[in-house]
């Protein structure tokens, strides 16, 4: 068996057992990057960086179809282009928060806490990357916490 055989035969069992096809993780990382754009916390910081936003959709999706389906579409360094971002714990709850709110939006539960699942163990990788990258080792449970001058986090405007 070829490998391009052995890869899609893994990908139909993949899509088989999960009920996540390539439509619903376009669906959802197009909808997960919509709210993105318009947060006022993470929107910024993806604004600063991300020019053409339909070549970074069309890579996103190819990341989560590897991630979820085992497509092997993506190929690319992800924790490289994150290590010098602006943030800490307090951007990837908002993250993950964001996306289990988009995820449970758009897919079906089983399929969402499949989703979700892989996305936290990919923020926890990438705050873990991004503390190493900045000389603070993370022990089990441990966050990232950065001083507020080395991050990216707008002061909230109090209500009238």
Not at 16 to 22: A, F, L, M, Q, R
Request: aromatic share 8%.
């Amino acid at each position: 068996m070829s490998e391009i055989d052995r890869r899609a035969r893994i990908v139909a069992e993949r899509v088989k057992e999960t009920g996540i096809d390539e439509a619903m993780i376009e669906r959802l990382v197009r909808a997960f990057y919509a709210r993105i754009q318009t947060h006022d916390v993470l929107g910024p910081i993806f604004a600063a960086r991300i020019d053409d936003w339909e070549l970074h959709i069309t890579r996103l999706c190819a990341f989560w179809s590897s991630v979820a389906l085992g497509t092997g579409a993506y190929s690319g360094s992800p924790m490289r282009k994150h290590l010098n971002l602006p943030v800490d714990g307090r951007h990837f709850d908002l993250w993950i928060g964001l996306f289990l709110q988009t995820a449970r939006d758009i897919c079906p539960a089983a399929q969402a806490d499949y989703l979700v699942a892989r996305a936290k163990r990919i923020a926890e990788s990438l705050e873990m990357a991004i503390a190493v990258e900045n000389g603070v080792m993370l022990f089990n449970g441990d966050r990232l916490k950065r001083p507020d001058a080395d991050v990216f986090f707008p002061a909230v405007q109090p209500i009238d």
